[in-house]
C-alpha cells in the first residue's frame, strides 16, 4: 500500500472543511490523494445492517459519486463498507476516515484491507488522525466521527439504532453546523430508530440522491433508472420480482412461480452478467 503521508493544519493542501471545524486535529496521517477543497458527503449507519439498509446505501453512495460528491465513511462492516464498495466499484473517489493509525497492522477491520487498497487506487484517501501503529479503542472511533461530518458538506445516516456511532457522527454534524439526513425504514425495526429520531430532530428525510444534491444546491440527476432487462422469461420474471425491493431467494421463487433449481441457476447467471447482487444470505437486489 502506499506510504503514509503527513499534513499539517497550516498546510495548503489541509482539508479546508475540516480547518473549520472548531477541534481540527493539528496534523493528518493519509494514504491516497488528499485535496483541500472538494464537496463531500458522510454516509453512515449500523454494523449490523438489514438487506434494506445494504441495498439502499448501495445505490444511494454510486448515485451521490455520480452526482459529483466524494462520499465519506468509516470504514467500518456494514453500511460504511457497502458505501465505500459502491463508489469504488463505479471507479470513484471516496474517503476512510479511521479510528487507527493507517499501518496495515492496526487497520480496522482487517477484512478491509483489500478495500483501503482498491480506495486508494480509485483516486480515494484513507485519513486519520492516530499515527501508525495506534489500534482503535472505545476512544479513538467516536473522535473519528467528527472528521468524518467536518470534511462533509452534510451527513445522511442510512440505517442505525438510537444508541449508535452512526448518531454520534450526526450529533457531530449538528455541532459542526453541517447538514443532516436519514433514510427511513420499517417502523418496527429497531435499526430504523435512530434515522426516525434524526427525522423527528429536523434531519431531511432522503429517499434518493437527489434529495441530498437538492439541498445542497448542487444539480441534480438528470437520468432514469434504467432496471436490467432479462434475455429469456426466466430472467425478466426474476428481474421484474425484484423492481419494487430487495428478495429473499424464497421471496423470488414464490413471486415467479418457478422451481427452485430455475431460480437459483438463472440468480448465478444474472450475477455473472452483473444484473444482480447477492446481498449476503440469499438475498438480493438489482445492480444499477
Not at 438489514?50 to 445505490?59: M, R, V
Not at 473522535?143 to 440505517?159: K, W
Amino acid at each position: 500500500m502506499e506510504q503514509i503521508k503527513t499534513v499539517s493544519i497550516d498546510d495548503k493542501n489541509y482539508p479546508q472543511a475540516l480547518k473549520k471545524i472548531p477541534d481540527a486535529p493539528e496534523k493528518l496521517y493519509y494514504r491516497g490523494q488528499l485535496k483541500a477543497n472538494e464537496n463531500c458527503l458522510a454516509v453512515v449507519g449500523t454494523r449490523r445492517c438489514s438487506s434494506y439498509g445494504k441495498g439502499i446505501a448501495l445505490n444511494l453512495a454510486a448515485d451521490l459519486a455520480i452526482g459529483g460528491l466524494t462520499v465519506v465513511s468509516g470504514l467500518a462492516p456494514g453500511i460504511d463498507t457497502t458505501s465505500h464498495q459502491a463508489v469504488v466499484e463505479r471507479g470513484k473517489r471516496t474517503i476512510a476516515v479511521l479510528g487507527t493509525g493507517l499501518d496495515e497492522k492496526n487497520l480496522y477491520p482487517k477484512e478491509n484491507i483489500k478495500l483501503a487498497r482498491t480506495i486508494i487506487e480509485t483516486g480515494g484517501c484513507l485519513i486519520s488522525e492516530y499515527p501508525p501503529g495506534t489500534p482503535g479503542s472505545k476512544i479513538t472511533f467516536p473522535q473519528r466521527n467528527r472528521l468524518i461530518s467536518g470534511l462533509s458538506l452534510g451527513t445522511v445516516v442510512v440505517e442505525a439504532k438510537k444508541k449508535s456511532g452512526a448518531l454520534i457522527t450526526a450529533n457531530w454534524a449538528k455541532s459542526q453546523g453541517r447538514k443532516i439526513f436519514a433514510v427511513p425504514g420499517l417502523i418496527h425495526s429497531l435499526n430504523s430508530q435512530g434515522c426516525h429520531f434524526l427525522i423527528k430532530q429536523g434531519a431531511k428525510l432522503v429517499e434518493n440522491a437527489n434529495d441530498i444534491l437538492e439541498e445542497l444546491n448542487l444539480p441534480c440527476l438528470t437520468y432514469d433508472v434504467k432496471h436490467p432487462t432479462g434475455e429469456n422469461q426466466e430472467e425478466e420474471l426474476i428481474l421484474d420480482a425484484l423492481k419494487e425491493e430487495v428478495l429473499y431467494i424464497d421471496k423470488i421463487i414464490e413471486k415467479t412461480k418457478l422451481s427452485t433449481a430455475q431460480v437459483s441457476s438463472t440468480l448465478s447467471i444474472l450475477e455473472i452478467k452483473g444484473k444482480v447482487r447477492n446481498l449476503g444470505g440469499n438475498v438480493y437486489t438489482l445492480m444499477r
